[in-house]
């Protein structure tokens, strides 16, 4: 990708100029810049596509029609707000401290468009490829927690800060599943570059490692504040969270921020478990434009489902549950790793059925052991009786 | 290194998303813990009781409206059986029937609302909510086709009812009785045996019967926690005698029995209807005008009229000095006083824990305050 920009650009330039100085650094400088402006631009559309799907799907979900004034399916309504909350009155709170209170949402905002640059859109589409990618979308992913607690810090509320604590515990306690869970696919690769692990999925890991795959799915849900795990803004209970304090484009730089890492969490699982751009006939971008939209629908089904976690019931969920979840995957996956070392094609096979035999039914007995209690033992007890019946336990007993 | 820790105290309303209207907390936390809690309510004082004084009786009807907003038939109801009490008027039969199926729908709406509400402090975004809102219209529009008004009602009247229900009216009502069971087993489906529901609300904000009885709890949550207590069995009123029911009591006494026991209560609810609409006989709404006049003048004396509202205790104190507007009225709220305790039940709970009580105790702010 880069050297084909890079061609294109050296070709048009020698039609125009010849000989001019620092020519390679121009170049690279205005593919680079091109390269930039695509992706950017193309995440930025996919926000504003996302959040007009997840309303419409909401509105769906929900047995209501959802926005559908603005242009056609009302496809346009997400580009109205954002021509709105530009447009809007900034304000900064007195006591806020203001250089962090602004640089807060570019701290969101930035490290999740930096996650696109290591990602494949197609088999030779890429920005970069570092050798260390998977380490790299890890460490990026981490820097969210910092911009949270400054804007909790320098907005000076105390719902800001209180979400600000959660989000940093979660942060804390989710990162090393979510690690952890990827050890697995290095193994089987051995490459850290999110390329190579493109390039190797000839079946998607999800089928080899769906233990990790959950522990990842799970995890990925966590960083990015979606339901089950939206405790940093839980409306019912902190109103807006870290945010309650923004407005205007600042505000709208977080929406935009958390948007962008719902898009990027299901682009990094979409090419580290479902096989990225891998696919038939069809180009690379579209498979994993199918593949990212899927992981999305699927995100926003559980946002229209389930009821949020307790903060301590997420941190449970994170150290009694996935933490041992990604051991097992790991102990696993590298016994299978060492068995079959033969790179021919059965290899994957052999080491996905021993996933599925000896790892994944710890997923379903670490889940059942978390689990509450049992509802159906519950309803028996609480049987309802006609009033005037004897209820020897209170009447006799208690009064 | 010792690291200095202080509680922190947060000022929770009386603008907060879900504080159910406007009610303001003062909760002291340490960490995420909560170590107190002091509920301050006033902000929607309307002065209701006093404004009785200067309307006549059948005026106050609408007064009761405003109340409990959210199941004004039970308010209507309540009223009106402290006003016949008062002043010994006979009601019809058909009257007293439609009253209990306005009622009995009311309760129905009213729980469905408590529920959907609850669920959306869980953090489910809308749709427990939708689905039950869905069911609520229903019943918005059988009371529309009842007496005109969808949430304000004022449909009741001393002696019976204001209008006899038109025939479209039993025609949504018997589809409503044959949908409603459905409604519920998927609304069932959707939260009942639903891991984190069960997780978020079994064994939180416990309360013992002794704690519910001293504190004069009534109404699903004093259910919840074990005592058989319901004024349609206990002190039955209307012909709530005539009809067979349970009383669905729990013994858990938390939040998950309580949004459980709302939701045995409503097929309950549903079970009344039906038998009320095979027990009604064609005849005359209320009194006539010779019987019972426009302008009631109760002899001198007072009255205390409690029913089983949706949410508890709902009782109607009147005193009449022989004019045509009573010279007192009091309401005994049952949403003030099932909020007493909320400082017992939230001590020693968790930040996420004290909307979900809030929802679980099912508290309308127009009834707090009045």
């Known amino acids: 990708m880069f050297e084909f920009i890079y061609n294109i ?8 100029i010849k000989d001019i100085k620092f020519e390679s650094y121009i170049l690279t400088g205005l593919t680079g810049i091109i390269i930039a402006f695509a ?13 007009w799907g997840e309303r419409r799907l909401l509105g769906r979900f929900q047995q209501r029609t959802g926005p559908n004034r603005w242009g056609p399916q009302g496809i346009l309504t997400s580009t109205a707000d954002a021509v709105k909350v530009m447009f809007k009155e900034d304000i900064v709170p007195e006591e806020a401290d203001r250089y962090i209170f602004n640089v807060a949402p570019l701290l969101l905002v930035i490290p999740v468009f930096i996650i696109f640059s290591v990602i494949p859109f197609g088999i030779s589409l890429y920005a970069v490829d570092i050798n260390v990618s998977a380490l790299f979308i890890l460490a990026i992913t981490s820097i969210s927690g910092l911009s949270i607690i400054c804007a909790a810090w320098a907005s000076a509320n105390r719902i800001a800060i209180f979400s ?3 989000s940093v515990a979660m942060l804390i306690s989710y990162e090393i599943p979510v690690g952890l869970s990827l050890v697995g696919i290095l193994l089987i690769c051995e490459s850290m570059s999110v390329m190579d692990i493109v390039i190797y999925q000839k079946i998607p890991f999800i089928l080899i490692q769906p233990v990790a795959a959950i522990v990842f799915f799970l995890g990925s849900l966590a960083e990015i504040n979606r339901t089950p795990f939206d405790l940093t803004e839980a409306e019912s209970e902190l109103a807006a969270g870290y945010q309650n304090d923004y407005s205007g484009m600042k505000w709208g730089l977080f929406y935009l921020g958390e948007f962008a890492a719902a898009i990027a969490a299901a682009t990094v699982f979409s090419t580290l478990f479902l ?21 999305l629908f699927f995100i926003i089904w559980i946002r229209a489902s389930w009821p949020r976690f307790r903060i301590d019931q997420v941190l449970n969920l994170a150290w009694k549950g996935l933490f041992e979840l990604t051991l097992v995957n790991i102990i696993v996956t590298s016994i299978s790793v060492i068995i079959w070392t033969d790179a021919d094609s059965n290899r994957l096979i052999f080491i996905g059925l021993a996933n599925w035999i000896f790892a994944f039914p710890f997923v379903l007995l670490i889940f059942k052991m978390l689990k509450t209690s049992n509802y159906k033992n519950e309803n028996k007890k609480s049987i309802s009786y006609p009033i005037g019946s004897d209820n020897p336990k209170f009447i006799k007993e208690k009064i | 290194m010792s690291i200095k820790s202080e509680p922190i105290t947060i000022n929770l309303g009386p603008q907060h998303p879900s504080t159910h209207g406007v009610f303001r907390m003062r909760v002291t936390f340490d960490g995420e813990t909560i170590i107190d809690v002091e509920p301050i309510f006033g902000y929607l004082h309307r002065g209701s009781e006093k404004l009785a004084e200067e309307r006549t009786y059948t005026q106050v009807v609408t007064l009761t409206d405003r109340m409990d907003y ?14 016949e009490k008062l002043t010994n008027i006979q009601p019809e039969p058909r009257g007293v029937w439609l009253r209990m199926i306005a009622s009995e729908l009311q309760r129905i709406a009213s729980h469905l609302v408590a529920i959907g509400f609850l669920i959306q402090d869980l953090g489910a975004w809308g749709t427990p909510l939708t689905y039950s809102m869905r069911e609520r219209e229903k019943i918005l529009q059988m009371f529309e086709m009842l007496c005109g008004a969808r949430i304000t009602n004022s449909y009741m009247r001393p002696g019976g009812v204001f209008m006899d229900a038109p025939q479209q009216f039993w025609d949504s009502l018997s589809s409503f009785i044959d949908e409603f069971p459905a409604a519920v087993d998927e609304l069932e489906r959707l939260l009942t045996s639903n891991e984190i529901i069960f997780s978020r609300t079994k064994g939180v904000a416990i309360l013992t019967p002794e704690q519910a009885i001293n504190a004069s709890i009534t109404g699903p949550i004093l259910r919840s926690t074990g005592v058989p207590w319901d004024l349609r069995k206990n002190d039955p009123y209307d012909y709530y005698e005539k009809v067979d029911f349970d009383i669905p009591v729990h013994d858990a006494g938390d939040n998950y029995s309580r949004y459980l026991l709302r939701v045995q209560e409503m097929r309950e609810s549903l079970k009344i209807v039906k038998q009320c609409v095979d027990f009604i006989e064609p005849g005359p709404v209320r009194p006539h005008h010779d019987q019972v006049p426009f302008l009631i003048r109760p002899p001198k004396g007072d009255c205390y009229v ?5 949410k508890g205790e709902l009782g109607f104190y009147l005193v009449s000095d022989g004019s045509i507007s009573p010279y007192r009225w009091h309401v005994r709220s049952s949403s003030l006083i099932n909020l007493t305790l909320l400082r017992e039940m939230l001590v020693g709970t968790l930040f996420g824990d004290l909307f979900v009580t809030f929802g679980g105790i099912d508290i309308n702010m127009g009834e707090v305050d009045r």
């Open chain 1, 9 to 16: 650009l050296d070709f048009l330039f020698d039609l125009v």
């Open chain 1, 39 to 51: 992706v950017i631009n193309g995440v930025l559309g996919g926000v504003l596509a996302l959040i």
């Open chain 1, 164 to 166: 600000a604590l959660r």
């Open chain 1, 275 to 295: 096989g990225g751009p891998n696919g038939p006939v069809l180009p690379g971008i579209f498979w994993l434009t199918i593949k990212v939209v899927g992981v």
């Open chain 2, 70 to 83: 959210v199941s004004s038939m039970l308010n209507n109801q309540g009223y009106i059986l402290a006003v």
């Open chain 2, 306 to 310: 409690a029913i089983e509202g949706s």
